[in-house]
């Protein structure tokens, strides 16, 4: 079992790093737990639409992060129907990260037991079966 410790910052940069983050997203600030960045929308209408992501969460594999717009944004994320993406399912205002399945597809080899958010870092505890 190990125990890693790591920031939201952190974690932004990696995601950059490995260019998991699209160009549709832009402005991106860390606050504590909070993720707070501009999405672009091009199609129909050109729009930009700022967000922010908390953390909630995490139990049985699954991270849960809480999703807060504008009042006009927020209005269309309560009755929109998203079909669920692979790995990722929302109900407003929550978005779930199927976050254990994703590393058993993609690696195999790290298993999530617990994650916290405390003192400004994520604590992750791993195993390995």
């Given amino acids: 079992m190990a125990e890693i410790r790591i920031t939201i910052s952190e974690i932004v940069d990696?995601?950059?790093?490995?260019?998991?983050?699209?160009?549709?997203?832009?402005?991106?600030?860390?606050?504590?737990?909070?993720?707070?960045?501009?999405?672009?929308k091009k199609h129909p209408i050109p729009t930009n639409i700022d967000l922010e992501i908390n953390y909630k969460d995490?139990?049985?594999?699954?991270?849960?992060?809480?999703?807060q717009t504008n009042w006009i944004i927020d209005k269309y994320l309560r009755f929109k129907k998203f079909s669920n993406i692979q790995?990722?399912?929302y109900e407003h205002p929550t978005l779930t990260?199927?976050?254990?399945?994703?590393?058993i597809?993609?690696?195999?080899?790290?298993?999530?037991?617990n994650?916290?958010?405390?003192?400004?870092?994520?604590?992750?505890?791993?195993f390995n079966e």
């Avoid at 990260?97 to 590393?103: A, D, I, N």
């Avoid at 994650?115 to 791993?126: A, V």
Wanted: charged share 20%; aromatic share 14%; glycine share 4%.
């Fill in 14 to 40: 990696i995601c950059i790093a490995n260019d998991l983050i699209p160009d549709s997203v832009s402005n991106i600030e860390i606050l504590g737990e909070q993720i707070k960045f501009r999405y672009k």
């Fill in 58 to 67: 995490y139990n049985n594999g699954m991270l849960f992060l809480e999703v």
């Fill in 87 to 89: 790995y990722i399912q």
């Fill in 97 to 103: 990260f199927l976050l254990q399945q994703f590393l």
């Fill in 105 to 113: 597809d993609k690696t195999n080899i790290v298993h999530i037991e």
């Fill in 115 to 126: 994650i916290h958010f405390e003192n400004g870092y994520f604590k992750i505890k791993t």
